[in-house]
């Protein structure tokens, strides 16, 4: 059997050692969409790494008939139609583990970023502070702390968990919602004190964390789940951030909102139509942006190859 994988998005190197060390052929160099089902067959691949730029769909599943194990570095699979392919016994594995720390820190990244204006001061800095620092000073002295504000977190899996972990060490009260799980135990770990914090945070309805929150943050797999209905509830002044999926908030709803002064500011990793979002909200003048870079960290990107290499070792041996 052959023993080529591509990891058509890339692997961190320590994930691609693991592999070459089981025996294992890893290639590397980035195919283009159009070519990739002639590249898997010409070159006897069994086994596909992908991100979120690689389409997997039932095209290039039934025309790759060699083709034994689908990996996506990260944990949503949307942009590979799993269960077909798992129908045609191809195994489909994840790194659910590997990102949930790096996502939550950009999150809150983000959040800093909005409540201090710092995502629009350093548009500005670089060319009016110069001639009109009194007046940026002026502009930008209205921030607000996170410490004691409450921070609702929709979808509270390990991405969730590991948001409010951090929001829990700020002082912040958190509101959490998820129609999967009941609560976790939040464990504060403390440089210094021996034991954890234990913290134990209940689910709630959707509508009490939208209605009742100061930010609101979001880690779902996927679906329009915020339109203009649900921001109408929200509280005035709002924060809302997504680094889940494009169009979890409607864009257009979330452009009304932020326009009318309902939603004071967002706080966007992803985009709809990526990798070419709205032009309207790339220049919005409340919104803090980032291009989809939640797990880009060097050490998420160690922990997603380690995983990775792992299950594939298990899957092909």
Request: proline fraction near 3%; aromatic fraction near 4%.
């Amino acid at each position: 059997m052959s023993k080529i994988i591509l990891a058509n998005d890339g692997i961190d190197n320590t994930g691609k050692a693991l592999l070459e060390n089981a025996g294992f052929t890893v290639l590397t160099d980035k195919v283009a969409q159009d070519k990739l089902v002639n590249f898997i067959n010409e070159n006897k691949v069994i086994a596909l790494t992908v991100r979120s730029a690689t389409q997997v769909r039932k095209d290039l599943i039934d025309a790759c008939p060699d083709l034994k194990v689908i990996g996506r570095g990260g944990v949503g699979m949307d942009n590979i139609d799993v269960e077909y392919a798992r129908g045609k016994g191809i195994e489909v594995i994840n790194t659910p583990a590997a990102s949930s720390h790096s996502v939550a820190e950009l999150v809150f990244a983000h959040l800093f970023n909005a409540v201090r204006f710092l995502y629009d001061s350093n548009r500005h800095m670089p060319s009016k502070g110069h001639t009109d620092f009194e007046a940026l000073k002026k502009k930008y002295a209205k921030g607000i702390e996170l410490k004691g504000k409450t921070l609702g977190i929709v979808g509270f899996g390990r991405i969730g968990q590991a948001v409010a972990k951090i929001g829990l060490g700020l002082g912040m009260k958190i509101k959490a919602h998820d129609p999967f799980i009941q609560g976790a135990i939040i464990n504060l770990d403390i440089d210094g004190v021996a034991e954890p914090i234990r913290v134990n945070i209940h689910s709630e309805p959707l509508a009490d964390v939208l209605k009742n929150s100061d930010l609101i943050t979001f880690h779902v797999p996927g679906g329009n789940l915020i339109t203009a209905n649900e921001i109408a509830t929200m509280k005035k002044g709002v924060i809302l951030a997504n680094a889940a999926r494009g169009g979890v908030i409607d864009e257009r709803s979330l452009l009304d909102g932020l326009n009318t002064g309902h939603i004071a500011h967002a706080c966007l990793d992803v985009f709809m139509n990526e990798p070419k979002p709205s032009e309207e909200l790339l220049k919005h003048p409340k919104i803090s942006l980032t291009p989809h870079i939640g797990a880009a960290t060097e050490e998420a990107q160690e922990r997603i190859g380690i995983e990775l290499a792992e299950k594939l070792i298990a899957a092909l041996q």
